[in-house]
């Protein structure tokens, strides 16, 4: 190896510096965080731009690519930022151009492109060799003034170059156009807005610097201030006002946005759904493709099919299963289940006056960007009033010369040294004598002495003019208020109708029963559901009445068996005093022994299925506890809505729930274990929703054996091992009836030797 190949002090070998691990990777994961954050992920609240899209614009104003120019290849635009300004792949960098250009993406596009820039259906953009691109009306707002001063440059990365800090901004384009990216420990998502509304909310912020953002917010249609997101895709965003207010004060929070719709007669009786405009970042293509799944997979029972019909614009046709179906409550199921309706975030995490990362709220970031926007034209006006001192300088010098022609022409002729002659003779500068002695013959004309003398005068006006606006805060306001008024009119309805109006619209979300919607999410088949000994759950398709077809592993067998529909919810109560919920639809199939109810919620060990049964709101329960312990619930009070259950009767171990039966009748007999029974009006039962309940019966030992619901009319019945049935009426049941919680006497005579009433 060549001596001169060798790093310094190599060979010796003492070369080493330790270094304390942890810290070196503190140090350098923060450098690298913080990079992320400032020059990559993060928009600056002033121009709205993150540093790639603002070395975009800076290239094409270069490029003169403006939008009355023509365009320019975009290998060519990639290339001029790529080599100057951004140290990245030109992959990122196309990427970031051809977003954009895309009508569908931006709300005001900042690039007019040319050729294949990808669609909605998620297609990317013709590679970059192909498309062309120049500045739109937009980016000219956003870089005006930039040649006058207006902000800072800094040394771009290989210090060859400048590049400007941020652009002057014309344009509310952080609000305007949205932005989203994600950093190192923190992340923005700002939707689009409409520009027409945000400088009416900018004009009452300059009339009104104390406005709160509710002043800044839309109180009724027309007042033109801030409604929410105007998204490029339209929609509608179904929102109340309070929390939308919410999220722009505190800059978190974020929108339920939904396709827009219509129903299409098709005659006869029969329709059809069109959407035509569906959410902001929701690929049509992937969309449909979601629908179809859910279809196939019969989870859209009342879907009978999906159509893409979309040229330029919009058309998705869904065709419902029947004229019957309500067009609701299937739009209520695909809103549930497909990206027909989607949530966009707020968050509206930005570089607070281009340093400081901060969640701003509407106020904050109207204000900084006037702030800015103030700054600008201070900058420009300064850089204005030099140039006009510059040349209000050479004129006076011209007019001299002009007083004192022929002098001048003799000096020049005859002097040596003409210039500081004539600078001393006239006590000139040396500018005005370097712009004497360049002026042309042509320049001698008596009538270039008038335009000179009415130049001179207009730039002094003007002088005075820049003057008193740099001395006068009002005045400069009120510039900025002009000036906000344009881009207003610029880009607003008024002239510019397809750009400017406003394409999202809100609305109050439909109400409808949630159960309709979960049943219309559901195809409605007929299933038995089976239980057994040892809580393993299936449901066999079809009501079965036989139940010796059932089979079951060895040393198992049938606890019960019920017919339900695929949309009800069954209810599994349990010993330990907790309800359950399962939909029909998720219990596992007949084919083989099903699952263990275990593995369908999160169940003890240590407790066993009391019993099952088919949900119904309308009923009430009457829970008992082996200890004799009881009351009512009403049914709707029991579901549960996670895999955790719902507590309902409080039982200590070794009491355990016992039974679970439906309110019916007026009366209750109870039989203990002892054979003792006892019956009493039910009015002596409390209803509650939770808790141990009351004393039914009284025992010396054991407990609860069985317990039956009746109305005292009828009279009590039961079913002996010979299936005959016996009814006892008021008369006959005089021995037995007595208080709540009394201890009973011994079963008639005739009642079954299990102690059960059959």
């Known amino acids: 190896m060549g001596k001169g190949l060798l790093p310094p002090g190599a060979g010796g070998g003492d070369n080493i510096e330790p270094v304390d691990l942890k810290k070196a990777l503190e140090d350098r994961y923060l450098s690298y965080a913080l990079s992320t954050i400032m020059n990559r992920a993060l928009p600056d609240v002033r121009d709205g731009l993150k540093p790639v899209h603002r070395r975009i614009m800076h290239a094409m104003r270069l490029l003169r690519l403006n939008p009355d120019q023509g365009f320019a290849k975009c290998a060519r635009i990639v290339g001029e930022v790529m080599g100057k300004f951004h140290p990245h792949g030109d992959q990122s960098i196309y990427d970031a151009l051809v977003r954009l250009a895309q009508d569908f993406a931006v709300r005001y596009p900042l690039v007019d492109g040319q050729g294949n820039f990808g669609n909605i259906d998620g297609d990317n953009a013709a590679a970059m060799r192909y498309t062309e691109a120049r500045m739109t009306e937009v980016s000219t707002a956003l870089l005006e003034g930039i040649t006058e001063d207006a902000v800072d440059y800094r040394p771009t990365y290989n210090e060859e170059d400048e590049e400007p800090v941020v652009l002057p901004g014309a344009f509310p384009n952080l609000l305007a156009n949205g932005s989203s990216g994600i950093a190192v420990g923190m992340a923005t998502s700002i939707p689009p807005h409409n520009a027409a509304e945000l400088c009416t909310a900018a004009l009452l912020l300059i009339d009104n610097p104390d406005a709160s953002v509710e002043d800044l917010m839309s109180k009724e249609p027309g007042d033109g201030l801030v409604q929410g997101p105007d998204f490029p895709t339209g929609g509608i965003i179904i929102d109340d006002r309070a929390s939308i207010l919410d999220a722009y004060e505190t800059g978190r929070g974020g929108f339920r946005v939904r396709a827009r719709y219509s129903v299409e007669d098709q005659g006869r009786g029969t329709w059809n759904i069109v959407v035509t405009e569906i959410p902001y970042q929701v690929q ?14 019969r989870k859209l029972p009342l879907l009978e099919d999906v159509r893409d019909e979309s040229a330029e614009d919009i058309r998705l046709v869904l065709v419902p299963k029947s004229r019957a179906v309500d067009p609701a409550l299937l739009m209520e199921s695909l809103f549930k289940l497909t990206e027909l309706e989607s949530r966009f975030p707020l968050n509206m995490n930005v570089l607070s006056r281009g340093k400081v990362p901060n969640v701003l709220s509407l106020k904050t970031i109207l204000r900084e960007w006037l702030e800015h926007r103030k700054e600008v ?137 949630l159960s309709d919607i979960h049943h219309a999410m559901i195809e409605k088949e007929p299933v038995t559901v089976v239980v057994s000994d040892k809580g393993w759950l299936r449901a066999m398709k079809g009501h079965l009445n036989d139940h010796s077809l059932f089979t079951f592993k060895e040393g198992d067998g049938l606890k019960l068996a019920f017919h ?185 005579k005739g009642f079954p030797r299990t102690g059960k009433f059959g």
């Open 377 to 513: 034209l201070v900058r420009r006006s300064k850089h204005r009033l030099a140039e006009i001192e510059r040349r209000l300088e050479i004129l006076a010098g011209y007019l001299i010369a002009y007083l004192n022609l022929d002098e001048v022409i003799r000096i020049i002729r005859e002097e040596d040294e003409p210039k500081q002659v004539m600078m001393a003779r006239w006590a000139l500068t040396d500018v005005q004598a370097e712009a004497i002695l360049n002026m042309r013959l042509r320049a001698l004309r008596k009538l270039e002495e008038i335009e000179i003398r009415k130049e001179f005068d207009g730039l002094s006006a003007e002088k005075s003019e820049i003057e008193s606006l740099l001395a006068s805060d009002a005045k400069q306001w009120k510039t900025i208020a002009w000036q906000v008024h344009k881009v207003r009119r610029d880009f607003g309805p008024e002239e510019n109708e397809a750009l400017g109006k406003r394409r999202t619209t809100f609305a109050e979300a439909p109400d409808h029963d």
């Open 564 to 748: 339900a529909q695929t949309t009800d919810k069954i209810l599994v109560f349990t010993t330990g005093g907790k309800f359950y919920t399962i939909g029909a639809d998720r219990l596992p199939g007949g084919r083989g022994h099903g699952e263990p109810i275990r593995i369908i919620v999160d169940m003890d060990n240590d407790q066993d299925i009391v019993t099952a049964f088919v949900h119904d709101p309308k009923r009430r329960l009457l829970l008992v506890s082996h200890d004799g312990n009881g009351f009512v619930v009403p049914e709707a009070e029991v579901v549960a809505n996670t895999r955790k259950g719902k507590q309902v009767m409080n039982v200590k171990s070794p009491d355990e729930a016992k039974r679970c039966v439906p309110v019916a009748g007026d009366h209750v007999a109870v039989v203990g274990e002892n054979r003792k029974m006892l019956v009493f009006p039910l009015s002596e039962i409390p209803e509650m929703t939770r808790g141990k309940g009351v004393r039914l019966q009284r025992y010396k030992d054991g407990g609860v054996l069985d317990i039956k619901l009746f109305a005292m009319e009828s009279g009590l019945s039961w079913q002996d091992s010979a299936d005959r049935t016996f009814v006892r009426t008021r008369e006959e049941l005089t021995e037995w009836l007595g208080n709540r919680a009394a201890a009973g006497r011994m079963v008639p």
């Open 284 to 297: 049509k293509a992937r969309l449909i493709e979601k629908i179809a799944e859910l279809l196939i997979a």
